[in-house]
C-alpha cells in the first residue's frame, strides 16, 4: 500500500478502536446518575449500587478513552499534514474546546467518586455527577463538529489554496452540525445501554443467587427501557440524516441507496448485490417510493441519482453494506428492547422478561449496539470520499508522504490489541468473584448503623 492507503488504514484503525471508548464516554455517565437518581428517589440499596459499580468500570474506559483520543489528534498532524496546514486555524477552536470538555468532566468525575456518602444530603453527590454527563457530552460536541466541518465546510475564503478571513464559530457550527451531533448523542447512550443490557442478561442466564438476580432484573430493566427511549431517537436522527442529506450532499445519499438515476417515486433497497459495471443491483428488497419520502417525506420528490455526479467525485458503493448492516443491528435492538417493555407494561406477560430466548436475544444487542456504531462511522466516513474537506480538498492530496508507515502502522495494530485486551481483562477482574448482593448487604448495613 501507498502513502495514502496507510494513512487512510491506520486513521481508520484509530477511530475504530477509539469508538467504543467513546461511545462509553458519552453514554456511561447518563446510566450511572440514572441508576443514583433511582436509587436515591426509592431509597433503593440496589440502585445506588448499579451506580456504583457502573462508575467503577467507567473509570478504566475513560482512561482508555482519553490516550486513543490523543494519538488520534496527533495523528491529524503526522498523516494528514496538508489539511491541517490548509484548516488547521479553522477547526483549531473546536478541537481546543474538546481538551477543556475532557477536563471539566475529568475534575467533576474525581469529585464524584470521592465523595459516596459524604453529604448529608444524598441529592448533592447525584448533581455532582451531572457535569460529568455534560462534560461527556460536550467532547463529543466539539470533535464532532470538527468531522462536521470536513463534510460541510463553512466559515472561511479560499484564495490561492489558503483560507483565509476565518470565523470559527460559522466553521464550527456549519450546516451538518446539528443533525450529526444529534445522531451521535442518541446512538452512544443507545449503545451504551444495549451493553449494559447484554451484561444483565448474560448475569441472569448464569447467576443463581436469588439477591443478585433481583439486582440484575433491576439493571435489565433500566437499561432496556433506556435502550429503547434512545433507539426511537436514533430512528428520528437517522430520518433527519436522510433528509440533510438530500439537500446537502446528495452524492452521499445516492451512494448509500445505490440510486443511479435522478427520478421520482425513488426506491429504497434493502440488503442486495451491485454488479458496479451494469449498476444492477440483484436480490435487494424494494420498498417503492420510500427513499424519495425519506428524503422530503413526499413519494413524488425528485432524488438525484450518483450518474450526476464526476466519476471522480462518487464515494466508494461499498458504503450500501454498511448502511444495510447498521440499520438491522438498530432494527434487532428495537425488536428486542420493545418486547421486552411490553412483558414489562403487561403484568401477565411480566414472567417473560426474563424468558431464555429473550435474555439471549438481549446478549446480542450489546454487540449488535456497538457494531452497529462502528459500521455508522465507516458509513460517513466512507461516503465522504474522495473528499477530506468536501469540495475544496481530496483525501489524496492531503495525506503525508513519509516513509515507513508500515511498521508505524503495525505497531500500532499491537498497541490497540494491547489496550483492547488490557482493558477487557480489567474490567472482568474488577468483578469476578464480587457478586453485587455484598456491596448491597454493606450499604443497607451502613445505613442501618446511621439510623
Not at 488504514?9 to 484509530?14: G, Y
Not at 470536513?150 to 460559522?170: E, L, S
Not at 421520482?264 to 440483484?282: H, N
Not at 430466548?357 to 465522504?384: C, K, V
Amino acid at each position: 500500500m501507498g502513502a495514502v492507503e496507510l494513512s487512510r488504514f491506520l486513521t481508520a484503525m484509530t477511530l475504530a478502536v477509539h469508538i467504543v471508548f467513546a461511545t462509553i464516554g458519552v453514554g456511561m455517565p447518563l446510566m450511572f446518575v440514572i441508576a443514583e437518581f433511582i436509587g436515591i428517589k426509592k431509597n433503593s440499596a440496589r440502585f445506588i449500587t448499579l451506580a456504583k459499580r457502573w462508575a467503577k468500570g467507567y473509570a478504566i474506559t475513560v482512561a482508555v478513552g482519553v490516550v486513543t483520543g490523543t494519538i488520534i489528534e496527533l495523528q491529524l498532524s503526522l498523516l494528514w499534514p496538508t489539511f491541517m496546514k490548509t484548516a488547521g486555524h479553522v477547526i483549531a477552536l473546536p478541537l481546543f474546546m474538546e481538551v477543556f470538555a475532557f477536563f471539566f468532566e475529568a475534575i467533576f468525575l474525581s469529585i464524584y467518586f470521592y465523595t459516596w456518602n459524604r453529604f448529608k444530603n444524598k441529592w448533592t453527590h447525584m448533581i455532582i455527577g451531572l457535569p460529568v454527563v455534560i462534560g461527556g457530552m460536550l467532547s463529543a460536541f466539539f470533535i464532532t463538529s470538527v468531522n462536521s466541518f470536513m463534510n460541510t465546510p463553512a466559515g472561511f475564503q479560499m484564495k490561492d489554496g489558503r483560507m483565509i478571513h476565518v470565523d470559527p464559530i460559522v466553521a464550527m457550527f456549519n450546516a451538518s452540525f446539528g443533525v450529526r451531533q444529534f445522531h451521535v448523542i442518541m446512538t452512544a447512550i443507545m449503545t451504551m445501554a444495549f451493553l449494559l443490557a447484554a451484561i444483565a442478561a448474560y448475569k441472569l442466564l448464569r447467576d443463581k443467587i436469588p439477591q443478585d438476580r433481583d439486582y440484575h432484573k433491576s439493571a435489565l430493566k433500566l437499561t432496556m427501557i433506556v435502550g429503547l427511549i434512545f433507539t426511537l431517537g436514533s430512528i428520528l436522527a437517522g430520518d433527519m440524516s436522510a433528509k440533510f442529506l438530500h439537500k446537502e450532499q446528495p452524492e452521499k445519499l445516492a451512494a448509500y441507496e445505490w440510486h443511479f438515476d435522478t427520478q421520482k417515486r425513488a426506491d429504497l433497497q434493502v440488503f442486495g448485490v451491485l454488479d458496479e459495471k451494469d449498476q444492477k443491483v440483484t436480490g435487494a428488497i424494494k420498498i417503492p417510493g420510500m427513499l424519495s419520502f425519506l428524503s422530503d417525506n413526499n413519494i413524488n420528490t425528485k432524488v438525484q441519482g450518483l450518474n450526476e455526479f464526476p466519476k471522480d467525485t462518487q464515494p466508494p458503493l461499498i458504503v450500501h453494506y454498511f448502511f444495510d448492516l447498521m440499520v438491522t443491528g438498530g432494527m434487532f435492538c428495537l425488536a428486542v428492547s420493545g418486547i421486552y417493555t411490553l412483558t414489562r407494561i403487561v403484568k401477565k406477560w411480566r414472567k417473560f422478561s426474563v424468558n431464555k430466548i429473550l435474555l439471549y436475544a438481549t446478549l446480542i444487542t450489546g454487540p449488535a449496539a456497538m457494531l452497529s456504531i462502528e459500521f455508522g462511522w465507516f458509513l460517513t466516513e466512507m461516503g465522504r470520499q474522495p473528499w477530506i474537506i468536501r469540495g475544496y480538498m481530496k483525501v489524496s492530496d492531503a495525506a503525508t508522504n513519509a516513509a515507513g508507515l508500515t511498521g508505524v502502522t503495525i505497531a500500532f495494530g499491537l498497541v490497540y490489541f494491547i489496550i483492547l485486551f488490557t482493558s477487557a481483562y480489567v474490567l472482568i477482574r474488577m468483578f469476578r468473584n464480587k457478586p453485587p448482593y455484598k456491596d448491597i448487604e454493606k450499604l443497607e448495613g451502613n445505613r442501618g448503623e446511621a439510623s
